[in-house]
């Protein structure tokens, strides 16, 4: 099982998982648009952090890092049908949050969460309470209103991935 972290860089491998991942979010997110979906995991500017299993994916979380304002929005996340509620989604965001901070050097993440998935962003640490400054992050995400905007402060010490990778 491995965590990888890759955007649209035209390597092979990569491209192949990205459009297994993209795949996923079009039968998990049934409410978004298929081309946007694309759009934004083929986007140079989005990252996404992959679960892959026997080198095929298994989930992954897209997101848009603002180094800027040193946070990240999540605009999908997914685990695949038959694999979901096995913990692969807790793990695979403590390994976004290690990412994110010692690599892109963000310290928040802002998401628009489908109702049916708070429950799921709260056990990440994510609170419908906004703490950043409205001047850090308004006009920088995209209104969405299907969801709920959740926040996230990633912890600056905490090794999240080294204990149970
Ligand atoms: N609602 C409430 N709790 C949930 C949900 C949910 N939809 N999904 C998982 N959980 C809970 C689990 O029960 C578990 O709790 P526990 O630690 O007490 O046992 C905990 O959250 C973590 O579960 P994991 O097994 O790590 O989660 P999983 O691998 O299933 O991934 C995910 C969670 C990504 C939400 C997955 O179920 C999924 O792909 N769902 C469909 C797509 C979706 O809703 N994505 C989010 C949309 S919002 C967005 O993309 C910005």
Wanted: charged content about 25%.
């Amino acid at each position: 099982l491995k965590f990888l972290c890759y955007s649209n860089d035209g390597v092979d491998e990569h491209m192949i998982w990205l459009i297994g991942l993209k795949n996923i979010f079009g039968r998990q997110l049934p409410n978004m648009p298929k081309e946007y979906i694309v759009r934004l995991v083929m986007d140079r500017s989005h990252k996404s952090m992959m679960v892959i299993r026997h080198n095929q994916v298994v989930g992954g979380i897209t997101y848009r890092p603002y180094y800027s304002q040193k946070f990240g929005e999540i605009a999908f996340c997914a685990i695949t049908a038959d694999e979901q509620v096995k913990g692969y989604g807790t793990r695979l965001m403590n390994h976004l949050k290690q990412h994110a901070r010692d690599v892109d050097g963000l310290t928040h993440f802002l998401t628009y969460a489908d109702n049916n998935a708070v429950g799921y962003f709260v056990k990440q640490g994510f609170t419908k309470e906004i703490t950043m400054d409205k001047e850090r992050w308004q006009g920088y995400i995209k209104d969405y209103d299907g969801g709920i905007l959740m926040e996230c402060k990633i912890n600056l010490k905490l090794p999240y991935t080294d204990l149970a990778t």
